[in-house]
């Protein structure tokens, strides 16, 4: 049997189980949003049970089902990741569709595809495939290291990129009116590209003669870069899918799925525009759209002098890539707020060399950068203490020490989790 901390006896109103539960985090307290929308839930389901309301709830059943298939056009499933690929053909179920329906076959399918089986028989369930971010870091890595963009590699990688370019609308354009040019992160996911791609696809695609010398790369940069700057929120910074949508309320819906119902700005997000920014000399420190997005880092910067990671584990992560972006971008790498993150970095380098912060940093505020050490989390802290002119510093010679000594054949071997799916939900290794 499951000892009790491993149970769901909250799901269970009998007093052996609530004693069971005991033990399980108090539930947050209802705040006026959350007793609003239980209110109107509670009148809506007794409302259902009035003769004569199935046929309104029929046809939003209806336009609801029309809306969510959709957007599994042009994809390898519903945002083409598990959580929404996983409700999506629950939902088709319970819309009545069989097994032997296409519509259901091909996305239980897209599930399958999802499925890693090892030698020992055992089955593992990736969140979702991710060529396009794995295609332009490697690009990127490779560029940084000095290969030529005019290598058959490199010029393999950018012809590929350009055909991952988004052709059609999305949910985004509500609040963007520029065409279509975002790159997404899987393999088809048309409706959904992010900005954290696109950003990184355009720094790729802007580097080489090609950049300039191919009316096809052109061409796209120019759909990109302006995709990319319809994303800017009113507070200067950039989300990864959409644009103000930034109202917590509604969080406190009761479908809210993971609590993500929103897409803040964030420090991590916005530093890496700034880096790509620097690729193009249209945009330098001095640009409004520049400006406004530095103003949003100030203010989002914590008292001790980090900054949070929404899409990396954590403030390590947050932190590297503002001061990189900042860097990049031409900000004053003396100003104090800097020189403030500089130093959390340095102090929260571990005795080994290296650095590391576990998960639990987006629940306990006292585990900012506190963890054992990892390859990934050293290079993100020394590419923000290099990015801060710290390169010659201690602290910097021996984080490069740690990475070394902890080579393996070519490569580094990483077990803790240091990605960032949903905070508080779920992970990513």
Same mark, same amino acid.
């Given at each position: ?10 799901? =269970?109103?009998? !007093? ?23 209110? #109107? ?11 004569? =309301? $199935? ?8 336009? $609801? ?58 089955? %593992? #369930? ?9 295609? #332009?870091?490697?690009?990127? !890595? ?7 963009? @005019? ?15 988004? %052709?059609? =609308?999305?949910?985004? !354009? ?8 975002? +790159? ?11 900005? /954290?791609?696109?950003?990184? $696809? ?16 052109? @061409? ?13 929120? %009113?507070?200067?910074? +950039?989300? =990864?899918? /959409?644009? /103000?949508?930034?109202? %917590?309320?509604?969080? @406190?819906?009761?479908?809210?799925? &993971? ?19 620097? &690729? ?6 001095? &640009? ?22 929404? +899409? ?9 890539? #503002? ?31 290296? +650095? ?15 963890? /054992? ?17 710290? $390169? ?9 020490? &740690? ?27």
């Amino acid at each position: 049997s499951l000892p009790a901390s491993s149970g769901a006896g909250e799901l =269970s109103r009998t !007093a052996a189980n609530a004693a069971a539960t005991a033990g399980a985090p108090a539930p947050a307290p209802n705040n006026a949003w959350r007793k609003f929308f239980r209110g #109107v839930d509670g009148i809506l389901k007794g409302w259902e049970r009035i003769p004569g =309301s $199935a046929a309104l709830r029929a046809l939003a059943v209806k336009r $609801a089902a029309a809306w969510m298939i959709e957007r599994l056009e042009d994809s390898d499933g519903l945002s083409a990741i598990l959580p929404a690929m996983t409700n999506s053909v629950l939902a088709l179920k319970c819309l009545g569709h069989r097994e032997s329906d296409p519509l259901l076959a091909q996305n239980l399918a897209h599930l399958d595809g999802l499925l890693l089986r090892d030698d020992s028989g055992s089955i %593992r #369930v990736q969140p979702c495939l991710s060529p396009v971010w794995d295609t #332009v870091l490697a690009s990127s !890595a490779l560029l940084q290291a000095g290969v030529s963009p @005019e290598t058959p590699a490199l010029l393999r990688a950018t012809s590929w990129l350009l055909g991952k370019q988004t %052709r059609r =609308s999305g949910d985004w !354009a509500g609040r963007n009116s520029a065409p279509p040019g975002g +790159w997404y992160f899987e393999h088809r996911n048309e409706f959904y590209p992010d900005v /954290d791609d696109t950003c990184m $696809a355009l720094m790729v695609l802007a580097q080489g003669p090609a950049a300039a010398t191919d009316s096809r790369r052109r @061409e796209a940069i120019r759909r990109g870069m302006a995709w990319m700057m319809g994303m800017q929120n %009113r507070d200067g910074g +950039w989300a =990864s899918f /959409d644009r /103000d949508n930034d109202q %917590r309320w509604l969080t @406190e819906v009761p479908f809210a799925d &993971h609590n993500a119902m929103i897409d803040p700005s964030t420090a991590d997000i916005t530093a890496r525009v700034l880096e790509c920014l620097s &690729h193009f000399p249209a945009y330098g420190r001095s &640009h409004p759209a520049v400006q406004r997005a530095i103003e949003f880092l100030r203010r989002d910067q914590t008292t001790e002098g980090c900054w949070y990671g929404r +899409w990396g584990v954590n403030y390590l992560y947050g932190t590297w890539q #503002v001061l990189r972006g900042l860097g990049r971008i031409g900000e004053e790498m003396q100003a104090p707020y800097v020189r403030r993150a500089a130093r959390w970095l340095a102090a929260r380098q571990n005795r080994d060399g290296g +650095w590391g912060e576990s998960i639990a940093s987006y629940d306990g505020l006292g585990q900012k950068g506190v963890g /054992d050490s990892t390859p990934s989390q050293t290079a993100w802290a020394l590419m923000g203490l290099i990015a801060a002119g710290e $390169a010659a510093s201690p602290a910097v010679r021996r984080g490069v020490a &740690h990475l070394l000594d902890s080579q393996r054949a070519g490569t580094w071997e990483q077990t803790l989790w240091t990605g960032t799916g949903f905070p508080k939900v779920f992970y990513l290794n």
